[in-house]
């Protein structure tokens, strides 16, 4: 199931990145810097119809 992150700041798209895991480092969006973005998923269905 292919996932991407979307930026909640600027709105940009992109794959999730490789990243060293280092204290006070997190992903951040490549084209504005910013920390908070969402997790989306291709054919991710949360409540699906019975």
Do not use: F, Q, S
Not at 19 to 30: E, F, K, L, N, Q
Not at 32 to 49: F, I, M
Request: glycine share 12%.
């Amino acid at each position: 199931m292919p996932a991407w992150l979307e930026c909640d700041n600027c709105g940009d798209e992109h794959t999730i990145p490789d990243r060293a895991d280092t204290p006070g480092g997190g992903t951040c969006c490549p084209e504005c810097g910013k920390h908070p973005y969402t997790v989306r998923r291709e054919g991710l269905a949360w409540h699906p119809d019975p």
